[in-house]
């Protein structure tokens, strides 16, 4: 969902999410989160590897940049743009 949609006391499913569509719902889903809940405390770089090598594929950067997106809304931020963490992820991980 774009984040100017997100209503936080609405967020109840994945793709209820800023950022989330039906395709990286089902990328969180094959992680093994199936609500918005679990994401609190979750970090964003373990979930990127971990999808890496669910799938054995390395994905696109900005699925990372997503993850960090949707962690920080859980941690009570506001919703934000996935390219809004794409200076953070590159500070952070800049071989990716």
């Known amino acids: ?6 209503r936080r006391e609405h967020v109840s499913q994945l793709t209820d999410l800023p950022n989330i569509g039906p395709s990286l ?4 889903r ?11 405390d979750a970090d964003a770089y373990r979930l990127y590897r ?3 090598d669910i799938t054995q ?5 900005c699925v ?4 960090l997106s949707i962690t920080d809304f859980m941690a009570g931020n506001p919703p934000r743009v996935w390219w809004h963490y794409t200076a953070e992820r590159k500070r952070r991980w800049p071989s990716l």
């Open 64 to 67: 990372l940049d997503v993850f």
């Open 25 to 28: 719902a089902g990328d969180l």
């Open 57 to 61: 594929v390395r994905h696109d950067p």
């Open 30 to 40: 094959l992680l093994g989160i199936e609500r918005p809940q679990q994401l609190q």
């Open 50 to 52: 971990r999808l890496c």
């Open 1 to 6: 969902m774009h984040p100017d949609k997100v």
